[in-house]
């Protein structure tokens, strides 16, 4: 399998594509083809590593990392992403808890297997050599999970960039516990200035050669294939006890996990409708409803992981689908106000007893409004993207109550913290590096 580049430039292999991040002429890489694939070429849809290792096998093909793609499934992806069921009547709703990993929210999933691949790549000597600068610029999750998943790590140094005073406590001591070789910077702006100013230093060729910098964004096709999978096991799951399909509403900020999941249709699995819950950032809501791209900057909300103005992966999407009337057909797209996040929170803690983060509740409102026809034609998948402890600030003052981290998460909260504030040019970004 070849990638291109969705600005058109030459093919590269796999190997490029991870290690490179984004192409040279600035797009982002997509697989030449999409491979086709039938729910009986899953014989064991609860095996996630398994599920992982069939669907992306054709992916890999011809490359030095398809001998290794089973064990790099087996060991990146080492935890549980249950379907909980919450509701069968008026129709059937789940929620896919992706927050099990070590970091606690879904970009485990791809950081993980992204740090493995790139491991195997840099000691098979095939494409890159050590030592590799991972550069990612963070809204909260991504840098937390990246450094968890290349910390301390042969062949690879880290450098995590976040927006100062714009991630909660306990993700900012997620992106600051690490050291050894993991470098954190709090940039003084939002989430769009540290994702320009680590696209700017990409695109400065002698600084990007000197430092081997690669990307660990979701721009990186790296993370997105795996994330493909749990929609594929998910789905999978749900179509051989029931024989339907399933349907998923995905808290959306720079479009990576929607992508995946409507490339998980597109291969073939049992993904019924695709809908994306936005917080108050609503560039992809109304570009679905007039048909005009306009980025602009974001605005901070209560669900900051998906606070982005300017989602990067339209670029794929709209390389898949083409027009908006061919994207309208694929994907619908709800915005959600942090007055409402709020009463979420609270109701669906009344109505099941589970605190939710507040990006997951925008996708749980997004169910709530749904027409009940609709609740009951389709079965409902809502995506859980990070445990509520992450945001306890948020949440504990609404329900009053405590929510306990998760074990990993108590760990990383115990280390201690530190990290260096910049301003949000390439200039202080470079000197650091
Ligand atoms: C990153 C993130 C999102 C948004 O995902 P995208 O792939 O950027 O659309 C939503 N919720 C949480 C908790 C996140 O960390």
Not at 63 to 87: D, G, K, T, Y
Request: charged share 20%; aromatic share 8%.
């Amino acid at each position: 399998m070849r990638y291109l580049s969705t600005r058109g430039g030459p093919a590269v292999s796999i190997e490029k594509a991870i290690m490179g991040g984004t192409a040279r002429d600035g797009g982002l890489y997509v697989p030449e083809a999409l491979p086709a694939f039938n729910a009986s070429d899953f014989p064991d849809p609860d095996d996630f590593p398994d599920v992982a290792t069939r669907l992306l096998e054709p992916f890999f093909a011809g490359s030095s990392l398809a001998a290794h793609l089973r064990a790099v499934c087996r060991s990146a992806l080492n935890f549980p992403v249950p379907l909980r069921q919450l509701e069968t009547a008026p129709g059937f709703l789940a929620v896919l808890e992706l927050f099990h990993g070590p970091t606690a929210a879904f970009k485990d999933v791809g950081a993980r297997f992204l740090a493995h691949c790139m491991e195997q790549i840099i000691r098979d000597g095939v494409f890159a050599t050590a030592p590799v600068t991972v550069l990612v610029a963070t809204s909260g999750d991504t840098g937390g999970a990246v450094a968890a998943a290349y910390h301390r790590r042969p062949g690879t140094r880290v450098v995590v960039l976040f927006p100062e005073g714009r991630v909660s406590p306990r993700q900012q001591h997620q992106l600051t516990c690490w050291g050894d070789n993991v470098v954190s910077l709090a940039v003084r702006g939002e989430f769009d200035d540290c994702q320009r100013v680590v696209k700017e230093a990409f695109a400065d060729s002698a600084l990007s050669a000197r430092h081997r910098l690669c990307s660990a964004n979701s721009i990186n096709v790296g993370r997105l294939l795996p994330q493909a999978a749990y929609y594929a096991r998910a789905s999978l799951g749900h179509w051989r006890t029931t024989g339907r399909p399933l349907s998923f509403i995905v808290p959306t900020g720079n479009l990576g996990n929607a992508f995946a999941c409507v490339w998980a249709r597109r291969l073939g699995m049992p993904v019924g409708r695709i809908v994306l819950a936005t917080n108050a950032n609503t560039t992809v809501p109304d570009y679905l409803a007039t048909g005009q791209w306009l980025p602009r900057p974001s605005i901070p909300t209560l669900a900051s992981a998906m606070d982005v103005g300017n989602p990067s992966n339209m670029e794929r999407l709209r390389s898949l689908c083409g027009d908006v009337e061919t994207l309208r057909q694929e994907v619908t797209a709800v915005p959600v106000s942090d007055a409402e996040i709020r009463s979420t929170i609270i109701d669906e803690y009344h109505r099941h007893g589970l605190p939710w983060c507040p990006h997951t509740a925008t996708g749980l409102r997004v169910y709530r409004e749904l027409p009940e026809a609709e609740c009951v034609l389709d079965d409902w998948a809502v995506v859980a993207t990070a445990h509520a402890a992450k945001f306890d600030t948020i949440v504990e003052p609404l329900l009053d109550i405590r929510v306990d981290p998760p074990a990993e998460l108590t760990a990383l909260l115990q280390r201690p913290a530190q990290f260096e504030t910049i301003p949000a040019d390439l200039g202080a970004l470079a000197a650091r590096l």
